[in-house]
């Protein structure tokens, strides 16, 4: 069984910076498909960035595309997602998430998720 533990979440201000820190355990962290969500109150749960399996390759939504990219932490199996020029609009609960479907978009193709980390951007 996978566990995903998030951390680095935090009150920042526009312009600012910050990391988050996605820990995987429980399987081979290569085999699965890697994202971040969020969720903002009152909205649905959006996809912001995922690595791909085998290729490792990134994506971004568009509204972080330029400002977020996610690095990975092979030796202690971690997933970053690095934010810089934070906006108030970025303010949510951040999840990550694995999976090992293919190709995987939507939150309801994934299976396994870590509780969340509160990011808040002040203006």
């Known amino acids: 069984q996978v566990q995903l533990v998030e951390s680095g979440g935090g009150l920042v201000q526009a312009g600012d910076s910050l990391r988050l820190d996605c820990a995987f355990s429980g399987r081979t962290q290569s085999r699965y498909y890697m994202a971040w969500f969020r969720q903002a109150p009152g909205k649905e749960r959006e996809f912001v960035a995922r690595v791909t399996r085998i290729t490792f390759a990134t994506e971004y939504s568009a509204s972080v595309k330029g400002r977020f990219f996610l690095s990975r932490d092979n030796a202690n199996n971690v997933l970053r997602l690095h934010m810089n020029t934070l906006k108030p609009e970025d303010t949510a609960v951040y999840y990550c998430?694995?999976?090992?479907?293919?190709?995987?978009?939507?939150?309801?193709?994934?299976?396994?998720w870590g509780r969340g980390t509160q990011v808040t951007v002040s203006s």
């Open positions: 998430a694995a999976s090992n479907r293919d190709n995987p978009m939507r939150p309801s193709d994934y299976d396994d």
